[in-house]
């Protein structure tokens, strides 16, 4: 009895089964994404500068589409910037 609880194996937290989140503009029923609200977008950029990804934020797969949109056009519009060092 004693062998079979050493070979036990424990479960990592990445194997967990966890919550699912919902997606936060789907959740407000936001249906489009303003690339003017750089404040909000910054929340789904990383501290180096590039977009966080879908399995990170929590967004849907339709909102992440836009929202990298959005962030690239204000990227060109000057509101947030390309790399950060």
């Known amino acids: 009895m004693a062998q079979?609880?050493?070979?036990?194996?424990?479960?990592?937290?990445s194997s967990m089964p966890t919550r699912?989140?919902?997606?936060?503009?789907c959740q407000d029923h936001v249906e489009e994404i303003d690339w003017k609200n750089a404040g909000a977008l910054r929340r789904y950029m990383s501290e180096r500068g590039k977009i966080r990804a879908r399995r990170i934020t929590g967004v849907c797969r339709r909102h992440q589409r836009q929202l990298a949109v959005a962030i690239k056009r204000a990227r060109?519009?000057?509101l947030l910037p390309y790399v950060s060092e």
């Open 20 to 25: 699912r989140r919902g997606c936060h503009f």
């Open 76 to 78: 060109e519009m000057a």
């Open 4 to 13: 079979q609880d050493k070979k036990r194996k424990r479960m990592s937290p």
